[in-house]
């Protein structure tokens, strides 16, 4: 799945969208907001370590949720991966 025209191409993975379809407002709006903002920016999440080594994630909201997400750069690939509670984690 190399990319070669170099734009950069976005997955949903299959998790992600069911989450984001059980969304309501106004979460739903801040995780469109979010994920806007790491496309122009893949680089912004935090990079995690141990068993989520690879990915990245970012605070939504009121930092009670997370947008995990993974960026693989020799791919120009985002791959949304889950939305999550904290408390979930």
Excluded: C, W
């Amino acid at each position: 799945m190399v990319n070669d025209d170099n734009t950069l191409k976005i997955v949903f993975l299959p998790n992600f969208q069911d989450v984001l379809k059980k969304l309501k407002e106004p979460t739903k709006s801040e995780v469109k907001k979010k994920i806007e903002k790491i496309v122009k920016n893949p680089k912004i999440g935090k990079p995690m370590r141990y068993g989520r080594k690879g990915t990245r994630e970012v605070y939504v909201g009121s930092k009670s949720f997370r947008l995990s997400y993974k960026y693989l750069e020799d791919e120009n690939t985002i791959y949304f991966a889950d939305f999550y509670h904290k408390k979930h984690q």
